[in-house]
């Protein structure tokens, strides 16, 4: 059977992207950001995956207000870097998963969580930053990548609670994939961040660090709270943190326990925690937690 054996979470700032692209991963204001995720990059040679199951946002590139999926799978083969503006970034063609992926949808929809299945969709900075971190720049990504993307940019965005459970149903669905797969799951997005009005530029480094301690130690804890209080303290962007509560309740200490004949897993292992500010207008988060064996 398929495991899920690791989660990684990461914020996905574009300018981290364009910083990349430009060349300037060496200077003084983006060297200290991407030192810490030299651990990661090492971690990810020595612990590729057969597949990525990606969870990000997508900001209005792929989809519009003309249509809004709360929850969307990406089902085809290959996923093309949009273009966000100024023209498509120059990193490689994204390899799908298609029989995973429409096993997990299969598995999640009859699970009563209702997800839109996408057979075309282009991926923006939301999926591409998160892979550039973890696997540099390399002439094609390690290996496929299941595009997960949450609602969290037109209200209502589903709740951190609802987050948390689908995953544990994204995990059981894994689990139940015949086939020796190594899959990691990825949380992306956040964290404090907020890019208009009055409150532009907020930043709020206690409340981020509390919301790392809480994901690792009290998930079930974290995934109870309103929308409100990320708004309120992690500003208006800061509700991307949600999708990290996807990745937290596929891990197996929560979703085996969750299963009806299960006993949880062993808490994961904390292998990398990371925290900078400033990136842009964003602070960065990063956590790397290993399943138990
Ligand atoms: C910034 C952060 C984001 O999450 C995003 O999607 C766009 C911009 C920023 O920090 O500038
Ligand atoms: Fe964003």
Redo the contacts with the bound molecule.
Sequence with gaps: MARITASVYT?????IGAAIDLGKTDEPYWQPLFKGYEFSRQWMKEHTPDVIFLVY?D?ATAFSLDMIPTFAIGTAAQFAPADEGWGPRPVPTVIGHPELAAHIAQSVIQDDFDLTIVNKMDVD??LTVPLNLMCGSPPAWPCPVIPFAVNVVQYPVPSGRRCFNLGKAIGRAVESFDAPLDVQIWGT??MS?Q?QGPRAGLINKEWDNRFLDRLIADPEGLSTMPHIDYVREAGS?GI?LVMWLIARGAMSDVSRGAMPDGSPGAKPTVVHRFYHVP????AVGHLILENAQ
């Design positions: 914020s996905h700032v574009p300018a946002n900001h900075h939301g997005g956040g961040h890019l962007e991307e990136a842009s207008n964003t």
